[in-house]
Structures are given as C-alpha cells and as structure tokens.
C-alpha cells in the first residue's frame, strides 16, 4: 500500500484508504468496523491495538511491518472490538475499555514467562524466594506465603512488561515487609525506581476481569 488516497483491497477486504502527509498516518476505512488508524512506531516491538477515550480504533505498527499485516490482526480482533465499543456505547465506567489488546496467551505459555521473570528480578534484586506458582486466581494478581513461596496470577503475562514486573516486584516487596504499611510502600517505590503509586494507578486500567 503506498501514501495517498483512493480504495485498495487487503487481505481479500475492500477497503478505503487514504494517508495523512504530515505524519504518514494511514486511514483505513474497514468495512462494519469504520475508520482504523494505522500509526508507525520505530520503537514498537509488536502490533499494538488499542481503542482510544474518543472511541478510534488505533493501530501502533511496528516499522517494517507491512499494512496488510497489520490490518489482518486488526479483522482478527473484530469480536475484542466490538465487545469495547459496545461498554463504551453503553457509558459503562465500573470497567472501562482496557488501553489495548494484550497478547493472547494460555496459562502454560503464560509460565513460561512468569517463572523465569520472577527469579530474574528476585536475583536482581538480592532477594530470596521459595516456590513460584503460576496461579488463576479471581482477583489477585499475586501473593507472598510463608517460605519465599510466590503465587503470581497466570494474566500478569498478557499486561504491557512494566506492569507485569511491577506485580511480580509488588509480591517481592512482601519478603520484606509482610503489611501494605508505609514501610512496605517504601521498600516497593525502591524496587521500582521511585513509580510505586504511578504503576498502582495504571494497573487499575487493567482489570483482571476483562483479561
């Protein structure tokens, strides 16, 4: 697909296109999903989707990664799509949209990436743990037992990296302090680089109920 403007077909979609200059944006008009906004990030490592406060389908693409690609994760996510645009049309605010598709995964591929983060940061960090469970519970993102034993819900996988290892280093804190005292909020704002209250309010953007 190259910048301008006029209709294209992609992935066996009609689909109108056009490209704002200024930034090379691309608009795609989708058939039964409107305009997409494909945007390119030299910094992304995957295609990101995500529907914005203004209810656009907002596409981060990769660089190199061709449009067509792009587009056919977005038809993939029709359902996630409307499912989002169906709470935001219904003025939903108990769980608001989440800021973008996470990854699909199961709960075994999900351990593979806990388990190894987890030991990863605990070593980084000079501490000790026991046992590490990858666990599916309904709504924690993790707990600290007696014995260094961590339980991590298995969905910190599908969150953006930060925020997953800001819920592993939540529960690494607890080998310290064993209270949510101001102690313990002290020893976790070191672990995270002085961000303790800001990756807090973040996370409650993603609901273990919509992951």
């Known amino acids: 697909m190259h910048p301008g403007a006029g209709r294209a077909t992609l992935t066996g979609k009609e689909c109108e296109v056009s490209v704002t200059a ?3 944006e691309h608009i795609i008009i989708v058939n ?16 990101i989707l995500r529907l914005t406060e203004e209810g656009e389908i907002a596409v981060t693409v990769p660089r190199g990664v061709p449009y ?9 996510r029709r359902d996630w799509i409307a499912q ?17 598709e996470p990854p699909t ?6 351990a ?13 960090h000079g501490l000790t743990i026991g046992r590490i469970q990858v666990k599916a519970q309904r709504t924690l993102w993790g707990s ?6 961590i339980s991590i819900n ?5 969150l953006p990296d930060h925020l997953r290892d800001y819920v592993i280093l939540h529960e690494l804190a607890h080998l310290r302090h064993r209270n949510h005292g101001p102690h313990y909020w002290h020893a976790l704002d070191k672990l995270v680089g002085g961000d303790a209250k800001v990756l807090d309010r973040e996370l409650r953007r993603w609901p273990l109920k919509l992951l």
């Open 68 to 76: 067509g690609e792009a587009l056919d994760f977005v038809l993939s």
């Open 144 to 149: 600290c037992a007696t014995g260094g034993r």
């Open 22 to 24: 200024t930034t090379g």
């Open 84 to 100: 989002q645009q169906a709470r935001r049309d219904r003025g939903e605010t108990g769980l608001p949209p989440l800021p973008y």
């Open 32 to 47: 039964g999903l409107g305009a997409v906004y494909l945007r390119i990030n030299r910094k992304a490592r995957r295609i």
């Open 112 to 124: 593979a990436i806990l388990e190894p983060r987890i030991r990863e940061l605990a070593s980084s």
């Open 154 to 158: 298995w969905k910190a996988a599908r």
């Open 105 to 110: 995964l199961d709960r075994a591929a999900a």
